[in-house]
């Protein structure tokens, strides 16, 4: 809806210049990938890949799908389009339309739109804050309120080996209380049953031994540093110990940025805006050698509905300054001369030229609350004047053509 345009076009306009400030470069990705890109980088077991990825064959029997995320495509360009030998790290960030199976609802939709900021090829504690920091001050920027970070860390993989086994283990003792994904997910990747958000396993969830406690020393002191950058930056953050995120490829930091509401602890009124963290093993598993990386995505959708909720009144339409307005047949031709030559100016200007009649064409500029009208009839079309009326006093008086623009601007 244009209304919803213009409130798209305010936040990739943050996005732009955040972009610049922090040094991304913008890449663009296929919206139809080959699904092995997904299933490979996101991970098959993944609710993405397993339920949300709408897939397609082609004629000659390929596999495609709409992209659902943009990770695994960042991670495609770094390895096929040479950006292993630029300056690393590569800072790269994207923008658009993103594809997943969901049941749709408010803020979660089958087709939204997302940007993305990713850093691959750079490695340490300053990276995954200065991601959190970009995303946090950009909603910021928006004028959004009651920001948190929700933060955890899920080590590396020997660690989370040892953390499944625990887990399992705590699980098994009580699956019947478990829903039946939960139950399916202890098999596979028992992990996921943290982030179920099923009252039940919530439940049984708040019982179990913390990945915290089976960090190795090295991903400790790592997240311990992230913790003390966020301090010194005054980024509001919570640890979450049951934040795993559902997507195979994160390692050591994982955070969302969600937006609270009145009741902090209700899962009802959590919305996350923003989700990331690091991916050490992504480049090497998709055939790179290996390289770190850490990024983050935000829905496009749901930050306009926030600045909405919190009454961010966005147009696109700036109000016009001046409204050219025309009486006769020779009058029309040059009062379209004269509506380029202000917008050339950079005067903001608005015109009705369908209308013939006059009284209709001012009720149109009454209503967009112009200042001025700029009235040119048979008279003002021969001798190259223009009848200027001031809205606000019904006063009329006759100026040059060549002096309009300079008056309006000097006057506004
Ligand atoms: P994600 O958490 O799946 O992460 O998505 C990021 C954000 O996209 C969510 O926080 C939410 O705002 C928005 N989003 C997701 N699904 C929908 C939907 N169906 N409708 C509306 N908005 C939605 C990723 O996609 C990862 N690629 C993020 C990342 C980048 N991690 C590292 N680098």
New binding site residues.
Partial sequence: MPEDCAYFYRIENACRKFAKDYRFNRVDFPILENALLFKKGTGVDSD?VEKQMYTLRTKSGETLALRP???PSAVRFYLQHGARTWLQPVKLWYSGP?F?Y?KAQA????Q?N?F?F?IIGGDGSTLDVQIITLFYNLLTSLHLSNLMVEINSIGCLPERITYRKALTKHLKKNTQNLCSDCRRRLEKNPLRVLDCKEAACQEAVSRLPHMIDYLSDECRSRFQEVLELLDELNIPYRLNPYLV???DYYTRTVF?IIQEGKDRDSQAEKK??????R?DGLVELMGGPSTPG??????I??IAGAMKEAGRRVSYQEKPEVFVAQLGQAAKKEAVKLFEELLDRKVKVAESFDKESLNAQLKRADRLGVKYVAIIGQKEALDGSVTLKTMSTGKQRSIKRSQIAGLIKRSL
């Fill in positions: 993405i995320e943009g990770t993103f997943r969901e803020g979660r939709y089958r939204f997302q993305g990713e995120r559902g997507l969302e996350a805006l923003v989700g990331g963290g991916y850490v990024g983050a995505a935000a829905g959708e749901r």
